[in-house]
């Protein structure tokens, strides 16, 4: 009696089991009926912004010292308060890849109690712009401990890579100095010194071309592609983080 | 009552192979990360202001391509499932009540589809273009198809 009943439990058990495979093929119309595809695709996704994802910020309230230029002069102006006036000096765009990135890093001098840079690295693959990565910073000092020394501010962008070949990274970057004063309820600035830079390409290098298609019967595309990856909560929506774009490069089966 | 239950030596094989099949049915999800989630291909009518030529949406249990319209070709579609392929590496599973967006901010096609690779893509996009307008998550009216896997 008891093995007579086996079979017959196997015959239950067993498609039950495959039932919780996703991984098994779809193929027909069960998926694909009318009636199917005329079901909303529902989700929710944060509202975003091209600076939301595009820009990272880094401030600082106070400039740190050893910030400062040790070879820099005194005052060269000066004002109707006898602080010089707001000023940019050396202010420059470099680009470059170290492994696993490409950068973009925009420094000057200034004075002024506030300083501002921002930084864009624009990465490309033989001259088609792939995605933008910017980074800004801005350093305040208070205006009455602020008597007009040289002080050095920098940011740097980034923009993650696997690849080791054919991309190119451009860099552009603005400079700003101000004097600026809080006086507890309200905020005055007056004079500001703006400028732009950018730097030459950097190239990675080209890469070599491949021999052939080994055989396969199914060939595949390759390509570069880059992509910022945003983690948000789906009950509040709120953004929980947002990663630096991202290049990658790859060719392969197709899922 | 005690239940005894008889098992002959004749039936144990069946009866182990029984056990072993619903075991692996039912494995940890951690087992089953090699299979990815089911992936559905969608064309938005109306794009977002994002700076990005498709987005990729991950939830726990799916994930969905959406293209822009004017931009829904073959090296999109191609360049999206690459870019897929390589979030999936990284992240093979997203954690619950979480939810995973990733505008594609550009690509460069260095080698083209072609052969099956190419059929299937064109496939996608001649069902796509035949199917019903209905509504695409918050991106608004759009089309949809599902991905059919191999």
């Known amino acids: 009696m008891p093995h007579r009943r086996m079979p017959l439990i196997a015959l239950i058990a067993l498609p039950l089991a495959m039932g919780c495979d996703e991984s098994a093929p779809i193929v027909g119309t069960a998926h694909d009926s009318a009636a199917a595809l005329a079901e909303d695709l529902r989700f929710l996704v944060p509202h975003l912004s091209p600076d939301d994802v595009a820009s990272h910020s880094f401030e600082t309230t106070v400039a740190d010292p050893s910030e400062q230029d040790p070879s820099a002069n005194g005052p060269l102006l000066t004002s109707l308060d006898g602080r010089p006036a707001q000023k940019i000096l050396n202010a420059r765009t470099n680009v470059g890849f170290d492994p696993g990135y490409a950068w973009s890093v925009g420094r000057h001098e200034y004075i002024g109690n506030v300083g501002e840079v921002s930084t864009t690295a624009h990465v490309t693959h033989e001259s088609k712009h792939l995605g933008s990565q910017t980074a800004h910073r801005q350093n305040d000092v208070p205006f009455l401990i602020d008597f007009g020394t040289v002080k050095l501010i920098w940011a740097q962008a980034k923009v993650y890579t696997d690849h080791e070949c054919g991309l190119s990274v451009q860099g552009t970057s603005d400079h700003k100095a101000r004097w600026q004063f809080w006086n507890g309820s309200t905020t005055s600035s007056w004079g500001e010194a703006r400028l732009s830079t950018q730097a030459s390409p950097a190239n990675q290098g080209g890469c070599a071309r491949s021999t052939g298609q080994m055989g396969l019967t199914e060939t595949t595309s390759s390509g570069m592609v880059c992509y910022y990856l945003i983690t948000y909560d789906m009950n509040t929506m709120e953004v929980l983080r947002a990663d630096f774009l991202y290049c990658t490069g790859s060719g392969g089966p197709l899922m | ?150």
């Open chain 2, 1 to 150: 009552m005690p239940v005894r239950i008889l098992i002959s030596r004749a039936s144990a094989p069946m009866l182990l192979a029984v056990l072993l099949a619903l075991l692996l049915g039912h494995a940890p999800v951690e087992a089953q990360r090699a299979s990815p989630p089911p992936t559905f291909i969608a064309i938005a009518e109306t794009f977002p202001d994002l700076d990005a030529r498709a987005v990729l949406v991950r939830e726990r249990g799916r994930d969905i391509v959406v293209m822009n319209r004017e931009e829904a070709t073959i090296d999109a579609l191609a360049m999206s499932l690459v870019a897929l392929a390589r979030v999936r590496e990284q992240h093979p599973s997203v954690e619950p009540g979480r939810g995973q967006v990733i505008p594609i901010t550009g690509y460069a096609v260095t080698r083209p589809p072609t052969g099956d690779h190419l059929r299937r893509l064109q496939g996608v996009l001649d069902r796509l273009e035949t199917a019903p307008t209905t509504s695409i998550g918050s991106f608004g009216p759009g089309r949809w198809v599902r991905f059919t896997r191999r």
